[in-house]
């Protein structure tokens, strides 16, 4: 399946990650969850998520241990989201990191960042992509032709939280198709 969605937004500038990023990251991270996600989750739930922003460093080793896009704004060069993969075995790639600034939300940041994923993803040989998307990006990935294999409650602090492993075929014509063969372990970010 074609990637759909209507990129109608400002263009963001779509680079890969440095560690200077970490810190505007973090807060992306932690602003996306508290209020971008604020709908579908319990405030304890979220707040099991992210307690804090993540630690700088700890953050920056994370990021940068994956395939890291960031979006800035053109104008202000503010960090408005961001989207990692992590290239397993066997031709998988999971996305474990997709968060945009909740102000900017629904402007096609997180669209574009994901069109250079799958580039990037493609160009690393990638056949399949997999991700644990939460109850808010599961809309966005079914549009971006992924497909649930199925609901899961992984427990993060001590509460769970409900999230769904999503495919997509990066080859052949049934987008999201196949066995699960997700790389690492079902987590909600
Ligand atoms: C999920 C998330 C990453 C999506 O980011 P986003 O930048 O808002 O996504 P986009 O703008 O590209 O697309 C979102 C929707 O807005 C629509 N949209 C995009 N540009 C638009 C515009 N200019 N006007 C109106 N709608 C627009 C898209 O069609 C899409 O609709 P859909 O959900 O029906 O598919 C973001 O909402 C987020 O961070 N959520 C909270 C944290 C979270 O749950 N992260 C995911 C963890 S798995």
């Known amino acids: 399946m074609t990637p759909v969605g209507p990129p109608r937004g400002p263009a963001p500038t779509i680079r890969p990650f440095r560690r200077s990023d970490a810190a505007a990251a973090a807060l992306v991270f932690h602003e996306a969850v508290h209020r971008g996600a604020a709908e579908h989750y319990t405030a304890r739930q979220l707040a099991a998520w992210a307690p804090a922003p993540p630690a700088e460093d700890a953050w920056a080793d994370r990021l940068s241990a994956m395939t890291t896009l960031v979006a800035l704004d053109p104008a202000s060069e503010a960090l408005v989201g961001f989207m990692s993969l992590e290239i397993g075995r066997r031709g998988v790639g999971h996305i474990d990191l997709?968060?945009?600034q909740p102000d900017r939300m629904g402007e096609g940041v997180a669209y574009r960042l994901y069109?250079?994923?799958?580039l990037a993803a493609r160009a690393a040989g990638c056949m399949r992509l997999t991700t644990d998307a939460s109850l808010a990006a599961r809309p966005f990935f079914?549009?971006?032709?992924?497909?649930?294999q199925r609901r899961q409650t992984p427990v993060r602090n001590g509460v769970a939280l409900t999230s769904f492993r999503m495919a997509k075929k990066l080859t052949g014509d049934d987008?999201?198709?196949?066995?699960d063969a997700g790389a690492g372990a079902v987590s909600v970010k």
């Not at 079914?142 to 649930?148: E, K, P, S």
């Not at 987008?175 to 066995?179: E, F, H, K, Q």
């Open 98 to 100: 997709a968060f945009v």
């Open 115 to 118: 069109a250079a994923i799958e």
């Open 142 to 148: 079914a549009r971006q032709g992924f497909v649930v």
């Open 175 to 179: 987008a999201g198709a196949g066995d």
